[in-house]
């Protein structure tokens, strides 16, 4: 096994062409980067001089085992060069390959730094292209646009990239191709350099000799092919595809096709999470909100450019502000402030977004002052919706919850909702539920039928507060009212109805109601509670 952590003068053969792209090339090419015996080069990056003596790769599984017969059955997995020149072959036991080699050096296989190493070349592809996928643990390809621009160098870019991946431990393999798949393969065969700018006639005789795994097949694939005695590419494409894929479906004839160099097939891009998040720490506290205000605006401006550029907008934001810690300081106190904002119809409105801060922050109190300042937006799609003729709708949803806010923030929490009526036979008795300012939707597939209520009797006109009354009695019923511009003899009357509630707590309630029609026409509602008379409404 090579290593190298310096540049040096890669040599490179192509197949039917120089390093130099004829310029009639094709405009779509992909890079393909191989990191030969993956998984043992990961263990041996930190261990140069090993790469020199014989070495072989253990299951890991194996490495918990308390007893030592158990360790002792672990396969070998990879090897260096020196343990394949004393007599170490894949699929032996640690025994077996120290019975072959007695000074072979037996180390397990590392899951968390093979991840590691992965984001590493992911890392290095992404420095090259825009679009690359994760191809295979060990294996990464890059989609190369508009190689004629590159022409001339194109020899020079695989270079760079070696020499990246040498200064980082690796020995890998380079290969640049017309398809996906046929980059990876040649990846295999390059030493270390191999440059295919057009598909050659005869691919399937050069991709021949390599073995099966190359084409990373499933365990199920891998068994039957073995039972079949196929090991190679060659092997495997000199069977006939219409065969092959009446054996294996759809699988073998994608798994031929492969092997033949010829699939067409679209990279699975790697796409990085988008953090949507700024921060700062400040040299000296801060104890007011106009510097906060500013930062904020500039973050915002900043966070909705990446925003816009994804083509999402914002769902939420979080406002987090650390908090001056001082030797004066309590255990009990906070260390931060924290604000979720929950944007009622997601934008990515710079003004809008900065008009909720400045109410949030407005309505905050802090209890000391400001060392560091953080923003977060939570990203989500768009959401469009088309408005109900006979519903309405909010028409600025941000507006009317930058409103309720400020509300809140005056009234208090407790004294700003929907009044809806309690779980209690107590009239005028209401609860309040938080507003949902989400704007409404439409009804699955838009064609559900349109309710109306319609509300039948006189319309009542309810007195807030009640107004005090002088009522008078005879025989137990109301004969005459005077309260105020409301007065006369009553003509009929309907009651007493009683209602109490409450009667097992100290707060009980109970009252007497009537209904009563005036000689003026009036219709009034009297209610005797507590021992005075209330008028508290009257039906037009």
Not at 206 to 227: G, K, N, W
Not at 398 to 423: D, K, M
């Amino acid at each position: 096994m090579k290593q190298s952590f310096a540049s040096r003068n890669w040599p490179s053969r192509s197949l039917g062409t120089n390093d130099s792209f004829p310029a009639k090339s094709i405009e779509k090419m992909f890079a393909a980067l191989h990191i030969p015996n993956f998984p043992l080069q990961v263990v041996l990056r930190h261990q140069p001089d090993w790469a020199l003596r014989p070495v072989a790769l253990l299951d890991e599984t194996f490495a918990a085992s308390t007893q030592t017969a158990q360790r002792s059955k672990a396969p070998v997995l990879a090897f260096t060069d020196a343990a394949r020149r004393a007599g170490v072959t894949p699929g032996m036991t640690a025994t077996q390959a120290q019975a072959r080699c007695p000074h072979i050096h037996l180390i397990y296989r590392d899951p968390a730094a093979e991840r590691a190493a992965q984001s590493r070349l992911l890392d290095f592809a992404a420095c090259h292209s825009p679009d690359f996928e994760d191809t295979a643990p060990g294996v990464v390809c890059m989609d190369w646009v508009n190689v004629r621009r590159l022409s001339q160098r194109a020899g020079n870019l695989l270079r760079t990239l070696l020499d990246e991946t040498a200064m980082a431990g690796f020995d890998a393999h380079v290969a640049l191709a017309p398809n996906p798949d046929l980059a990876v393969l040649a990846a295999h065969l390059a030493d270390p350099i191999l440059l295919l700018p057009t598909t050659p006639a005869d691919v399937r005789d050069f991709l021949a000799p390599l073995p099966i795994a190359s084409l990373q097949p499933s365990a199920d694939q891998q068994s039957v092919l073995e039972l079949w005695g196929i090991h190679t590419l060659g092997q495997l494409t000199a069977l006939p595809r219409v065969d092959l894929a009446r054996r294996l479906g759809k699988d073998g004839a994608e798994l031929w096709d492969q092997a033949s160099g010829t699939r067409r097939r679209l990279l699975r891009l790697v796409r990085p999470p988008a953090i949507f998040q700024q921060d700062i720490s400040f040299d000296h506290p801060v104890e007011n909100s106009a510097p906060l205000l500013i930062l904020c605006r500039r973050f915002l401006e900043s966070l909705c450019a990446r925003l816009e550029s994804h083509w999402i907008v914002a769902g939420s934001m979080t406002l987090r502000l650390d908090l001056e810690i001082t030797s004066r300081t309590q255990p009990h106190e906070p260390r931060y402030l924290e604000r979720e904002l929950r944007i009622a119809d997601p934008s990515r409105d710079v003004d809008l977004l900065h008009r909720l801060l400045q109410t949030s922050l407005d309505n905050l109190s802090l209890p000391a002052p400001v060392t560091g300042l953080s923003l977060s937006l939570s990203p989500t799609r768009a959401v469009s919706h088309q408005g109900l003729i006979f519903e309405g709708a909010i028409k600025d949803p941000n507006r009317f919850a930058e409103t309720l806010a400020q509300l809140e923030a005056t009234l208090g929490t407790e004294s700003v909702g929907i009044p809806v009526p309690a779980t209690t036979h107590r009239p005028d008795t209401f609860d309040l539920e938080p507003f949902d300012e989400t704007p409404a939707q439409p009804s699955p597939g838009g064609n559900a039928p349109f309710k109306f209520q319609f509300t039948i009797g006189l319309p009542a006109r309810s007195f807030r507060p009640p107004r005090q009354a002088r009522v008078h009695i005879e025989n137990g019923h109301p004969t005459k009212v005077d309260a105020g511009e409301i007065q006369g003899r009553i003509l009929q009357d309907r009651g007493p109805w009683l209602l109490s509630g409450n009667w097992w707590e100290p707060e009980s309630w109970s009252r007497r109601e009537w209904d009563v029609q005036l000689t003026t026409g009036a219709l009034c509602k009297l209610v005797y509670v507590g021992g005075d008379w209330l008028l508290e409404g009257v039906w037009a």
